[in-house]
């Protein structure tokens, strides 16, 4: 069965930062594209970052591009959100997701990010 | 960017009712890479249809999804209880990928 709980998540001010993690079991996590997506407090997804199998492309929405980094270590069954220069509209729930291509068909259960002063 | 409009934004209606949900695109989605999602509250979402038609494992055979190009639809043909929930509907063939703002089917 596969498994993606995330962690990392909490309170942060404005302009700080925080790393978020994904631990993978039940797969070949390997094989999977990686996504972060994230759903704003009564609010609809957004999709946020992509990283390729081996790490060697990845993507990222507009409004984050420049401040989030994606990363993964394939050795360890990771997946990584660097987040920095966070702002009050990065505040969600950060969803960890995955698939064999760009079809997320898998999910974590979320870590809630809260960026306020 | 593909911009995805979901319509309506809230469907009421009854168990054993059917619900049509449409999800329309602001460019064509290229090889209909169009997928379904249904999100219970304070769960993750989880996956209906991709290809704009095939159902994912284990989902039961009253859900339907249709359509190509711009212009899909979902298809509840006998809502049961577990049903109601926030359909979202997201198209992954090109970067950035994009979600509809979400169809809530409701209770009436």
């Known amino acids: 069965e596969v498994q993606l709980v995330e962690s990392g998540g909490g309170l942060v001010q404005p302009g700080g930062s925080l790393r978020l993690s994904c631990a993978a079991s039940?797969?070949?996590?390997?094989?999977?594209?990686m996504n972060w997506v994230r759903q704003a407090p009564g609010k609809g997804l957004e999709w946020v970052a992509n990283i390729k199998q081996d790490g060697s492309e990845k993507y990222y929405v507009d409004s984050v591009e420049g401040r989030f980094t994606i990363s993964r270590d394939n050795t360890k069954n990771s997946l990584y959100l660097q987040m920095n220069s966070l702002r009050v509209e990065d505040t969600a729930v950060y969803f960890c997701a995955g698939g064999e291509g760009w079809l997320v068909t898998s999910w974590g259960q979320g870590t809630l990010v809260t960026v306020s002063s | 960017e593909i911009v995805l409009t979901q319509s309506p934004g809230t469907l009421s209606l009854s168990p054993g009712e059917r619900a049509t949900l449409s999800c329309r695109a602001s460019?064509?989605?290229?090889?209909?890479?169009l997928a379904w999602y249904q999100q219970k509250p304070g769960q993750a979402p989880s996956l209906l249809i991709y290809g704009a038609s095939i159902r994912a494992t284990g989902i039961p055979d009253r859900f339907s999804g249709s359509g190509s190009g711009t212009d899909f639809s979902l298809t509840i043909s006998r809502l049961e209880p577990e049903d109601f929930a926030v359909y979202y509907c997201q198209q992954y063939a090109d970067s950035p990928l994009t979600f509809g703002q979400g169809t809530k089917v409701e209770i009436k």
């Open positions: 460019q064509t989605v290229r090889k209909n890479y």
């Open positions: 039940g797969f070949t996590f390997s094989s999977y594209w």
